[in-house]
């Protein structure tokens, strides 16, 4: 197999295609990271007529879906062209590459993976967005950066959805799956792409359902305030003193230690959709947002963890850009990779030092002697803006640190410019 990580900003873009056929883009990064660094990528494949066999989707959180949105409304404006073209009106070549054509996708939908109250959902954020902006308060300031990435990708979720339906551009959505959600079920089989063997490891039922209850609990603490101020029409300072608006900020503000922050283990998180892929004596893990203690579950739900011993893969994509939450030292005894792909560049705090670290850690402790590398779709080089510049150096030098520290067995590779970084 042969891995490539794209420059995608915070988020994850991943271009995995077979050694003899089968090409998958996971996840598309956000949207500037798309325009500036994936678009170019994706032309080219298209100029060189390679086809994306599956365009996958692990969960709805904008630094994911953000840049696949944009990557559709280029094949419309495309579409739109040619439907010009031959009725024979005028019109202009659209001023940006043309993506591969998309043979199908793989994406949860946000109604398919809640059934209700979408929505009330998307009302309920979009209600947020006067209140919680231009305020000069720098606890709402938090709380509204909090939430910002979730009121974007929920929109951006449904607006993917529509964009691929038959009425529109006609991608077929999960038909892997018949259709339905892309999710762990007994028994079924692995899905072929090309050479490669996937098999899914998560969502479980067990997950959807967390995530059900989580936006329902999210929901029930939130809407009576919203009504409230939408009432009101309070949208000014001097509404944000009124005791509804008050209680609302306050309810927000400990909300978003845990539901709506990029560095917490979100409802969103909970459904990221994530692979077992197998092909020949090749094998790579790709976890989306996921926990580790998901990724394990799915593994012995398919029989894939060995019965001694850690499982041994050849790549694993670090999960959520190697934060806090979503690793421990349970999953690193467990299961060790010879590549670990961390996609983030700081934002957050992502990749959290404290994971590399603890990875380090745990290899050192066991039993085997293997070399094994570290890859970063950004460095100090590429980040854009001087937070990201500053953290990725504290980076660069924790991982220096680390390889003086494995006495030669961790190596590492940071992206300094370009658009991509090929692993594998």
């Not at 420059?7 to 798309?34: H, W």
């Not at 996958?56 to 559709?72: F, Q």
Request: net charge neutral; hydrophobic share 40%.
């Amino acid at each position: 197999m042969r891995l490539t990580a794209l420059r995608a900003g915070q988020g994850d873009c991943l271009l995995l295609e077979g050694a003899t056929k089968g090409r998958i883009l996971v996840d598309a990064g956000v949207p500037d990271a798309y325009r500036e660094f994936i678009r170019p990528v994706m032309g080219q494949l298209r100029d060189d007529g390679k086809d994306l066999d599956v365009v996958y989707v692990s969960h709805i959180d904008e630094d994911h879906i953000g840049g696949v949105l944009e990557m559709l409304n280029d094949e419309l404006l495309w579409r739109v062209h040619e439907f010009k073209l031959s009725s024979s009106q005028r019109t202009k070549v659209p001023d940006r590459p043309r993506p591969a054509r998309i043979k199908k996708i793989w994406h949860n939908a946000f109604k398919e993976q809640l059934r209700d109250h979408v929505d009330q959902i998307e009302d309920t954020l979009a209600a947020m967005a006067p209140i919680l902006s231009g305020t000069d308060s720098p606890a709402l300031r938090k709380v509204a950066e909090a939430v910002n990435g979730l009121g974007t990708s929920v929109p951006q979720a449904i607006a993917v959805s529509r964009r691929i339906g038959p009425k529109q551009l006609n991608i077929p959505l999960n038909p892997d799956a018949h259709g339905k959600l892309m999710m762990r079920r007994n028994g079924q089989a692995p899905i072929k792409i090309g050479s490669m063997k996937l098999t899914i490891l998560g969502p479980s039922g067990t997950d959807l359902d967390k995530l059900r209850e989580e936006w329902k609990k999210w929901l029930d603490g939130h809407s009576p305030q919203l009504t409230k101020i939408k009432t009101k029409g309070a949208t000014d300072e001097a509404s944000i003193g009124n005791s509804d608006v008050a209680a609302f900020l306050a309810q927000m503000a400990l909300t978003a230690q845990t539901f709506g922050d990029p560095s917490a283990v979100t409802p969103p998180n909970l459904a990221s959709l994530m692979f077992f892929v197998r092909e020949a004596d090749q094998t790579i893990l790709l976890t989306g947002d996921g926990r580790g203690d998901q990724v394990l579950a799915g593994l012995r739900a398919t029989n894939l963890m060995p019965a001694a011993g850690p499982l041994h893969v050849d790549v694993l994509k670090v999960m959520h850009h190697g934060a806090e939450n979503n690793i421990d030292p349970e999953f690193c005894d467990n299961v060790i990779a010879d590549h670990y792909v961390f996609c983030g560049n700081g934002v957050s705090g992502n990749p959290d030092p404290k994971v590399l670290q603890l990875i380090v850690d745990r290899r050192l402790a066991g039993g085997d002697t293997d070399a094994f590398k570290f890859w970063f779709n950004s460095s100090e080089a590429a980040a854009e803006k001087p937070p990201q510049k500053a953290f990725m150096k504290n980076i660069e030098a924790k991982v220096a640190e680390l390889q003086a520290a494995s006495r030669g067995r961790l190596k590492a590779k940071f992206l300094t410019s370009g658009t991509s970084l090929k692993v594998l």
